[in-house]
Structures are given as C-alpha cells and as structure tokens.
C-alpha cells in the first residue's frame, strides 16, 4: 500500500499563504485559519472590493456604483424611502417625484442608462446590464458572474470596470475625450454578435 505523499506547493503560493497569515496575526485576529481558507474567502469577497484591492477602479467607478445602487433601492423600495427620510424636500418640484433631487437624478440617470444595454442586450445579447447589477446590487464574486454568463473572468472583470465606467461617462460625472473613450470601450468588452 502507498502512503499518501504530502502535497509540495509552488514557493510563490506558500510565500502568499504564511504572508496572509502574518498579516492576519498582526491585526491580533484571534482564529486566524488556515492561509488556504483566508485566500480562498479574499478571493470570494464581493466584486467592487477585488477590483479596489487590485487599484483597477478608482473613486469615480465607485461614485458610478454607489448612484447605481441608489438608484436600485430606491426604485425598489418605492415609498419607503420617502419614510425613512423624515423631513419634507422640495427642491421646486410639482410634488409628483417622492424622492429628494439627488435620489430623482440616480433614478433618472439608471433608467436611461438601462433602456440603453437593453436595447444592446436585444440586438447582440451583450451581457452588460446584467454583469453590473450582478456585481454591484447582488455583490455575487466574479468567479460566480463569470460561471452564470458563460465568459471567463478575465473578460467579466474587464466588463464590470467597462460598465462601471460608461455609466460614468452616461450620467455625465466625467465628460471630454475621456467620457468618449470610456462609452465606445464598453460596446466592445464584449463580442458583438447580431441577433
């Protein structure tokens, strides 16, 4: 019979598990794990937080999803915004929006962005609409995006940053050559197939 041989791991993969380990000790974290355990739950941490550790998004991808995320509660939520709130803003509207001007433009802003990568989505069956909403309101990790749309994770996270970044440029936070770039980059992330 053959006794099971111990595993020998690359050095570059030890090296990253006694690194996480130490820094986990550092910041006196009483049941620090495995190194395994704490990687693979830093590999499966929300989408927004991968991209931010990896300095691939700055703050006005994560302007772009906060107004994103606003947008969707609020919708979703109707009217209990407006209880939440507690205090009475006009901002001169006719009374017939129930959110504050800031909330109203969020809204606003989704909703014509939406209908546009629905309309993308009918043409080509571009996935990006549903890449976003899956990495910023769902807060699902990229390997799980990538498994249910069907593309590989390099090409998810390339979308989710391309879609951060047109929504940007769509809702006017940045404007120029760099909000003309940043709207074309995102049509092509990924293959245009007509349907």
Request: hydrophobic letters at 40%.
């Amino acid at each position: 019979m053959s006794r099971k041989q111990p595993i020998s791991l690359p050095s570059r993969m030890l090296r990253e598990v006694r690194k996480v380990e130490a820094e986990a000790r550092a910041d006196n974290v009483q049941d620090v794990g495995t190194g395994f355990t704490i990687i693979k739950l830093k590999r499966h941490q929300p989408p927004l937080g991968t991209l931010v550790e990896g300095k691939k998004i700055s703050a006005l991808e994560l302007q772009a999803a906060a107004q994103i995320e606003l947008a969707a509660l609020s919708v979703h939520s109707g009217g209990i915004l407006r209880a939440v709130d507690l205090q009475r803003v006009d901002h001169g509207r006719q009374g017939d929006n129930p959110w504050p001007a800031h909330v109203a433009m969020a809204v606003r802003n989704y909703q014509s962005w939406q209908n546009h990568w629905s309309a993308e989505h009918k043409r080509t069956r571009n996935p990006m609409l549903e890449i976003i909403w899956c990495a910023v309101v769902d807060e699902r990790p990229i390997s799980v995006i990538a498994e249910e749309c069907g593309y590989g994770r390099h090409l998810v996270t390339r979308g989710i940053i391309a879609g951060l970044r047109h929504y940007a440029a769509w809702a006017n936070m940045i404007t120029g050559t760099q909000a003309d770039r940043w709207l074309g980059e995102a049509a092509h992330v990924f293959d245009r197939r007509l349907v």
